[in-house]
């Protein structure tokens, strides 16, 4: 009995937090971040305020939940195509899917980005981080990556919170949709190629293709493996310099 007791508990527990959450978030996308009070959202939620402070600490702990949240939000609404027909495209139309994101959530995604690492802890944003680097994945052992996967995750990803953030700040007459695709196509002529790097005269380009390709092999011990990259590596890191 005492199982099935604290069973129950736990779950009122977790929707009083999710409906605190939520009501939060649409005081947030309806009014701004400074309707966000522990006053109005415990009324919006039809709780007490000290539930607040019981489930999320303080006020900060809340918006933390509410950044969460919008990671959760924005993790829906990508769609993940396992095997696009021209990876660099597939690129571009997620870039465009978290730009779209924040321009249609603004006040949530000023909360999400504006502030450094808010969230970036949660499951949500490391599975939306993972969708974004299997998307260069692709553009790697496609032959197409100019830069390095990490290198090219966070260059794609400082792109799409710059073009938001700046066009936010924006006065509306000012807002020219030209400076999205600018950067965004900016973005693609940082991370990729026109052409394939295995057609590139030189070892180079095919070193790159291999080294995206080298964790998924088993043949080699992880010496091997270990050696064989670092090899890799500096034939990449020679194509780099000479780009």
Not at 44 to 58: C, E, K, M, S, T
Not at 166 to 189: F, H, K
Not at 220 to 242: F, I, K, M, P, V
């Amino acid at each position: 009995m005492a199982g099935e007791s604290d069973h129950a508990e736990v779950e009122v527990r977790e929707v009083s937090r999710q409906r605190i959450v939520e009501a939060a978030a649409d005081l947030l996308a309806h009014e701004g971040r400074e309707a966000v009070t522990t006053r109005a959202v415990a009324a919006a939620a039809g709780v007490q305020a000290p539930a607040i402070y019981r489930l999320f600490g303080d006020k900060d702990g809340l918006l933390d939940a509410v950044a969460e949240h919008g990671y959760a939000t924005f993790l829906a609404a990508k769609h993940a195509d396992a095997r696009p027909q021209d990876p660099v495209e597939d690129l571009r139309a997620g870039w465009d899917l978290a730009v779209e994101f924040g321009l249609v959530n603004s006040e949530l995604y000023a909360l999400m980005y504006g502030e450094p690492r808010r969230g970036t802890d949660s499951a949500a944003f490391r599975a939306g981080m993972k969708i974004l680097l299997d998307r260069i994945h692709r553009v790697a052992t496609s032959g197409r990556l100019r830069v390095d996967e990490e290198l090219a995750a966070a260059l794609i990803h400082a792109t799409a919170r710059g073009a938001v953030l700046t066009w936010l700040s924006l006065p509306g007459d000012r807002r020219n949709p030209a400076l999205l695709t600018a950067m965004r196509e900016a973005m693609v002529a940082a991370v990729t190629l026109d052409e394939p790097a295995v057609r590139d005269a030189g070892p180079a380009g095919a070193a790159q293709a291999l080294r995206a390709l080298l964790p998924e092999q088993t043949t080699l011990s992880n010496a091997e493996q270990h050696l064989l990259g670092e090899w890799l590596d500096r034939l990449t890191a020679d194509r780099r310099e000479d780009c």
